[in-house]
């Protein structure tokens, strides 16, 4: 009788050591494997397109290709989605910043002190003080009010540009890698010359194309960065369409579009969020150094990046106007990151403390 | 070698589709090109001379197959609003970009790899937390907005460095963009290193390696850097790409006469040629750069020909 109590002891012990040694194979990590070699089966099968998708890498800073790609699509990803952002502190307070951001921006017309589009030349440059909070620019106005309405033009264009171009890589992911052949060859080469520029150069020549402004950068921004979505999306689908749901689907003779939107679409949402907050940031970084470099938003539009650029000249003597509107760049694209990395640390399992 | 001309070959469609979309895409500016980049002030015996020049009468793809037969013989096109050859004003700027490019890139490495190493040793420390904290900070701050701050901070308040200028390969005016440039760089390396240093240190080897009396730090040196090391490799190919496009920004800041600059100046004087010869010629070296890096990478890890 001690003798089995002991087993099952021993047991229960080295299941608990499992969780936590690395060498163990918690049941998640299995999982994991397991659905990564599935991936891998998929890829050599399919030799013509796997040579592309491994033979070229996905340029982009900062993120890791790879957390993106692997993810595991399961029924407990919204639970332990939730749970990791709970958990993780740093996630929380993304989140709540981002909230904050998003409240800022919907509320502008409501807080602002004073006209951000106001020009006084009788109060130029001055120095922060209690009626103009952070100081006004080289024309008088309040720089404070010109951040809070910046905070709109970010977050529409963190939003609807990212948006469209997820949209964009993701029906051509799905498309080219369930029909594969000659279509899946086309998007594929599509999607490797776009990618081969940096985006910025591209989205730099796109807006010599189209015109320096605001809303040609919306296009810029949604044309530029959809090839590394659309290379994400094509391998899930190449997984997913393997399925035994997908094939009684196809048995039941549903139509592919609809399969596509039906069942491959929703397997794919896991990749997409975290890819969205990614690309967010990103995307109000790209407008931010556009506008910077004079080939973005013009003025008088309070983007954030146009006030750096505009700022710069007063440096020397005062330094607030170019530095202030940074921070707010800063503050906003570090929130989508916090929420980015929480995400990663929750999905995918070798990152996790 | 099958792989590496395999490589080769597959390089070849993507850098004829690169230019192509760059061509078409500079080519369909509405209106007339010529009269565009001319101003207003030109007689008709210019224009006519100017687009006989730039073969503006014929069809598109006509236009693009003697653009890219003149590329080969090095032949960009010509600069009008700055009377030069697009090539020559490249070739001048090249070498800056590639000075700060470099250093960039050094300052990322000296910085990434040995704070990686360190998260990855001391994981769930202060250090650990404090590292990628100060990572997480690097990637989120706008290169044109540190380099301001540096410029604030070293060149006018405390006087260390110039503020901005170019002088060849004086290191004074180096190093602030260089450290503006490699700083996001430095971030992620310093995150995949620890990443990867920490998926390699699971493995069995190491294990074995621990089990026969190696000490801690021979470990980490002798075995696991050495592994974890590939993914890193692969990011420092990447990192051509966030370079040469960071240099645009960087090179605006600092006033570095490199060809970022001149993309730049080419968007804003409506300057047609040198823009598509400098974004042409950043691209094509991008691909270059990787298509090298990869054959590298097939030597120094041979699962790669195989997959």
Redesign the interface.
């Known amino acids: 009788m001690i003798q089995r109590t002991q087993f099952f002891k021993e047991i229960a012990m080295d299941s608990k050591l499992n969780r936590r040694s690395p060498f163990g194979f918690g049941r998640k990590r299995l999982k994991y494997m397991m659905s990564i070699e599935a991936t891998e089966a998929k890829n050599e099968s399919d030799l013509a397109t796997s040579e592309s998708s491994k033979s070229s890498k996905i340029p982009n800073n900062g993120k890791s290709p790879r957390d993106a790609e692997d993810l595991v699509t399961e029924e407990h990803f919204w639970q332990s989605l939730f749970k990791g952002i709970y958990r993780d502190k740093k996630a929380l307070v993304g989140l709540v910043m981002v909230f904050l951001f998003i409240l800022i921006a919907l509320l502008a017309p409501w807080i602002v002190p004073h006209d951000p589009y106001a020009v006084d030349m009788e109060k130029v440059l001055i120095a922060p003080n209690s009626t103009y909070v952070i100081g006004t620019d080289f024309l008088g106005r309040d720089i404070l009010s010109r951040i809070i309405y910046g905070a709109r033009i970010s977050l529409v264009i963190g939003l609807v540009p990212t948006l469209i171009s997820l949209a964009i890589g993701t029906f051509l992911g799905m498309v080219s890698g369930y029909f594969g052949g000659k279509i899946d060859y086309l998007i594929m080469r599509l999607a490797d010359v776009c990618m081969a520029f940096p985006s910025l150069l591209l989205a730099m020549v796109v807006m010599y194309t189209l015109g320096a402004s605001l809303f040609n950068i919306f296009i810029a921004l949604s044309i530029v960065n959809w090839g590394s979505t659309s290379r994400i999306v094509r391998a899930q689908t190449l997984s997913i369409k393997e399925k035994e749901f997908v094939e009684a689907a196809r048995s039941i003779g549903v139509g592919k579009f609809k399969i596509l939107w039906r069942h491959i679409f929703p397997n794919c949402i896991p990749s997409l969020i975290v890819l969205f907050t990614l690309s967010v940031p990103e995307a109000i970084m790209s407008e931010a150094s556009l506008s910077f470099l004079g080939v973005g938003a013009q003025p008088p539009t309070p983007s954030w990046g146009l006030m750096i650029s505009r700022g710069k000249e007063f440096l020397f003597s005062s330094p607030w106007v170019a530095i202030t509107p940074g921070v707010a760049i800063f503050l906003v694209v570090i929130a989508f990151n916090f929420i980015g990395d929480g995400l990663r640390d929750a999905l995918d399992p070798y990152t996790k403390h | 070698m099958k792989y590496i001309i395999?490589?080769l070959l597959?390089t070849i469609?993507?850098v004829i589709?690169?230019s192509l979309?760059?061509y078409i895409?500079?080519n369909?500016?509405p209106g007339d090109p010529v009269a565009l980049m001319m101003g207003e002030h030109v007689n008709a015996d210019t224009i006519e001379r100017v687009r006989a020049r730039m073969n503006l009468d014929d069809p598109l793809l006509v236009r693009f197959s003697k653009y890219v037969l003149g590329a080969f013989k090095g032949d960009l096109g010509y600069s009008y609003k700055l009377k030069r050859e697009v090539s020559t004003l490249i070739w001048k700027a090249f070498p800056n970009t590639a000075i700060l490019a470099v250093a960039g890139a050094l300052v990322s490495w000296m910085i990434g790899i040995p704070a990686g190493v360190i998260s990855a040793v001391r994981?769930?420390t202060a250090v650990d937390y404090g590292v990628m904290t100060f990572a997480?900070?690097g990637?989120?701050?706008?290169?044109?907005?540190s380099g301001?701050?540096f410029?604030?901070l070293f060149g006018?308040k405390l006087k260390w460095l110039p503020i901005s200028g170019f002088d060849g390969l004086n290191i004074k005016y180096i190093v602030m963009p260089a450290i503006v440039l490699g700083w996001?760089?430095a971030?992620?390396i310093a995150?995949?290193t620890r990443?990867s240093l920490?998926?390699v240190?699971?493995a069995?080897y190491i294990?074995t390696a621990r089990e026969k009396g190696l000490l801690r730090y021979q470990v980490i040196m002798g075995h696991a850097l050495k592994n974890a090391f590939l993914p890193v490799l692969?990011v420092m190919?990447?990192q051509i790409?966030?370079l040469?496009?960071g240099a645009?920004?960087t090179e605006?800041?600092f006033g570095i006469p490199g060809i970022g600059r001149i993309?730049?100046s080419a968007?804003?004087t409506?300057d047609?040629p040198l823009?598509q010869g400098s974004?042409m010629f950043?691209?094509i070296l991008?691909?270059l750069g990787?298509l090298v890096a990869?054959v590298l990478y097939s030597f120094i890890d041979p699962r790669i020909k195989y997959?």
Do not use: C, H
């Open positions: 395999k490589r597959g469609p993507i589709g690169v979309l760059l895409m500079l369909i500016v994981k769930n997480l900070i990637v989120s701050m706008p290169v044109f907005w301001l701050l410029q604030y006018l996001s760089s971030a992620t995150r995949l990443s920490l998926e240190m699971s069995d294990r692969t190919t990447i790409a966030s040469l496009s645009v920004i605006t800041i993309a730049v968007i804003q409506r047609m823009l974004v950043t691209t991008i691909i990787n990869d997959n």
